[in-house]
């Protein structure tokens, strides 16, 4: 499976768009960023294409109206997230505007769901003592 890294100016740029929100967090994920709220992603960044997990209402729009992409590795693109435009890394006029609105769009969608239910930790499964040489 293909797992492109962004480059710093794609994180940066990934960075610009992430709405500004005290419950966001932003972390690290394969070589690239994710954008959470309540435990739950609403952007990530994969490679030069950035992500969002929509309503069914505004996903449609978007991928309706715009060249959107497949968000994630070809192979097993990420179900419920659409990809926003590449044509908008061109850095052309309004088109962060557009990927920080759909971001924000994201943003309020999930914010909306139940928080994410923290993991139970795994049990460590002791290892056997070495015998002696």
């Not at 492109?4 to 690239?32: C, I, L, S």
């Not at 759909?102 to 499964?125: F, G, I, M, Q, T």
């Amino acid at each position: 499976m293909d797992m492109p890294k962004a480059t710093e100016e794609e994180k940066e740029r990934f960075m610009r768009v992430v709405p500004a929100h005290p419950g966001v967090v932003v972390k690290p994920m394969f070589g690239n960023l994710g954008a959470f709220v309540n435990g739950n992603m609403f952007a990530g960044l994969f490679g030069s294409t950035i992500g969002v997990k929509l309503s069914s209402e505004d996903k449609e729009l978007l991928e309706s109206s715009e060249r959107t992409v497949a968000f994630g590795p070809a192979e097993r693109p990420m179900g419920g997230y659409t990809g926003l435009p590449d044509v908008w890394n061109e850095e052309g006029d309004g088109d962060e505007t557009r990927a920080r609105a759909w971001a924000e769009k994201a943003l309020d969608y999930v914010a909306s769901l139940p928080p994410k239910e923290p993991k139970e930790p795994r049990a460590r499964v002791p290892k056997a003592p070495r015998a002696p040489k």
